[in-house]
């Protein structure tokens, strides 16, 4: 029987929060709430385009304030949220499935890296100008990693299978808050700051990156708003880091940048759903997931 667990009084004198903590519950088939939870303090690690203050609070590099158009939240509905998840959870197709397993081997930059080296060599970059490409891009990801994991341990959103105990996910719940999805607001940055460089290619970016933060909810570890508002919230870091980038001038003043504009049929990837650097990946762990040679759900995955 599916159920969604009951709000608790502690956690709002705790954390003034309305929602569910990843802290409190475990994650479904486990005994414990999680204590392993992956870098904590990431969220203080260095930046390129943004910076923090001596209040801790983000700042552009010139020092204006940064607004993120991320929702707080004890603004969302969760137990709606969850029962999208649950929806999509038993309606999973075997091309979701296929999406899932793709974007989720290894980091966000595992699938956008090939992406990356693909335009680079489909545009003919000279190596100058391939070596600030990647620079940026990898700079943006940072960034934007960064503030993932700022708001994650933050606000301490727990995950799907942590309201509903009987949740079997495609894949094994990453060990850290919900709250926004990482590969969301990687994804969002990185097809902001390569539409910079390759806007022909703009359209194909973003949807990818939709796909990649869909892959999330396919997979049953994120709500449907961890991927909205990571989108979003890696859109503004992608446009923060695109406006320093553009500040950036040659020894005789002349802007550095000069985006490739002519579309050229990149056939970026996926399809296929093949990793360009295949690994095999310790896919096992302890909360509950479904074996998708068979739909059933291994009660002991670990």
Known sequence: MTYIIEKRGENVDKQQSNYELWTEFPYAGEEQPPRNGVEPSAGSWRTHYIKKNEDGDFETLSGTP?????????????????????????NLTEREITIVKFW????????WLP???????????????????????????????????????????ARPNQLDQNLATVICTPRHPSYPSGH????????????????AQRQRLY????EAAMSRLYAGIHFP??????????????????????????????????????????????????L????DYDNS?????????DGSIDTNPG
């Not at 940064?66 to 038993?90: A, C, F, G, S």
């Not at 989720?104 to 699938?111: I, N, Y």
């Not at 969301?184 to 806007?199: D, E, H, Q, R, V």
């Not at 360009?276 to 690994?279: D, N, S």
Request: glycine letters at 6%; aromatic letters at 10%.
């Open 104 to 111: 989720g081997a290894g980091p966000p930059s595992k699938q």
């Open 115 to 157: 992406i990356v080296d693909r335009l680079i060599d489909i545009y003919a970059v000279p190596a100058p100008r391939a070596a600030r490409i990647l620079g940026a891009f990898f700079a943006g990801l940072n960034d934007a990693m960064i503030v993932t994991w700022h708001f994650k341990y933050k606000w301490l959103v």
């Open 276 to 279: 360009a650097l295949p690994f």
């Open 207 to 210: 949807a990818l990156a939709e």
């Open 66 to 90: 940064i607004n993120w158009p991320i929702r707080h939240p004890n603004t969302i509905n969760w137990n709606q949220q969850l029962r999208v998840v649950q929806r999509v959870n038993r």
């Open 285 to 293: 762990c302890d909360s509950l997931v479904v074996d998708t040679d």
């Open 184 to 199: 969301a607001t990687l994804s969002g940055a990185a097809a902001t700051i390569l539409s910079y460089f390759f806007p």
């Open 225 to 274: 708003v961890d991927n909205q508002q990571g989108l979003r919230l890696g859109r503004q870091i992608g446009l923060i880091a695109v406006r320093e980038l553009q500040k950036d001038r040659n020894a005789d003043g002349s802007i550095v940048d000069t985006p490739y504009r002519e579309y050229r049929d990149a056939e970026l990837m996926p399809p296929p759903y093949e």
